[in-house]
Nanobody
Framework: VQLQASGGGLVQAGSSLRLSCVVS??????????VGWFRQAPGKEREFVAF????????VYANSVKGRFTISRDTGKDTVYLQMNGLSAEDTAVYHC????????????????????WGQGTLVTVSS
């Protein structure tokens, strides 16, 4: 399995960006996995942002991004998106997408340890 994240860049506070994560190498595509987004700011621990489960139930968001970020998926393109609106300097980080297998317990999916495959990350820089 390979993940390719893209869409980062330098934007001003209040702007929007859409990140993409293309998942390849899975026979079932996105239908049997959970895809999550995490971010890591300079000097900080990696933190959960959002995930979308294979169950196609409601996505889950970190409180810090709820109402501003939206995770969605296009199963035809095996791509998961993270639409980010109302960006602030606090959102500056390297954003990573990752996959967790179908067997992962729902309650663990906000933890990075639950994910076994990671993309290379895309840098988002928000100037204030």
């Amino acid at each position: 399995v390979q993940l390719q994240a893209s869409g980062g860049g330098l934007v001003q506070a209040g702007s929007s960006l859409r990140l993409s994560c293309v998942v390849s190498g899975l026979a079932s595509g996105l239908n049997g996995i959970t895809v999550g987004w995490f971010r890591q700011a300079p000097g900080k621990e990696r933190e959960f942002v959002a995930f979308r489960s294979w169950r196609n139930s409601n996505p889950v968001y970190a409180n810090s991004v709820k109402g501003r970020f939206t995770i969605s998926r296009d199963t035809g393109k095996d791509t998961v998106y993270l639409q980010m609106n109302g960006l602030s300097a606090e959102d500056t980080a390297v954003y990573h997408c990752a996959t967790a297998p179908r067997s992962t317990i729902w309650g663990r999916l906000t933890a990075s340890a639950a994910y076994d495959t990671w993309g290379q990350g895309t840098l988002v820089t928000v100037s204030s």
